[in-house]
């Protein structure tokens, strides 16, 4: 993420390859790792979920991404190969958010998520579902 202000569409990360910084291929990107803040502030992406040759799942934490474009993702290189296994209060946004039907905070209906984006100065930055409703487009949102 070059600019501070770079969004990163969650949806348009998945499939994209991770690359290590001599530029092999670490795997691709499945899901994107959250994790609940209060006061209704977006949810802090803390990780990637990585598909590694052999169909294993890894966690890449964001501390170790260094880049994210259209096309890839750069990590430093050092990553567990420890099977991702999620934690108590974390969520992952693919598997557990994208079509999930939510309640809009403005009183004015429901939306179903279809993306989802970070947003911020860093690769770790804040991670917030868009919805998509006729009454209401990209009104915030929290779950029934």
Do not use: W, Y
Request: glycine share 8%; charged share 20%; net charge positive.
């Amino acid at each position: 993420m070059s600019n501070p202000t770079s969004r990163v569409f969650v949806a348009r990360l998945l499939g994209l390859d991770v690359f290590d910084p001599l530029g092999d291929r670490l795997g691709r990107v499945r899901d994107v790792v959250v994790l609940a803040r209060a006061n209704n502030a977006p949810p802090h992406a803390v990780g990637l979920v990585v598909e590694v040759p052999g169909k294993k799942r890894v966690f890449v934490p964001m501390t170790r991404v260094t880049s994210m474009d259209q096309a890839q993702v750069i990590s430093t290189g050092l990553v567990n190969l420890r099977r991702f296994e999620q934690r108590g209060m974390e969520t992952l946004v693919v598997a557990e958010m994208f079509d999930s039907r939510v309640t809009l905070t403005d009183g004015s209906g429901s939306a179903t998520i279809s993306t989802a984006r970070a947003t911020g100065s860093s690769p770790s930055s804040s991670c917030a579902a868009d919805t998509r409703s006729p009454r209401s487009p990209g009104c915030a949102a929290t779950r029934p």
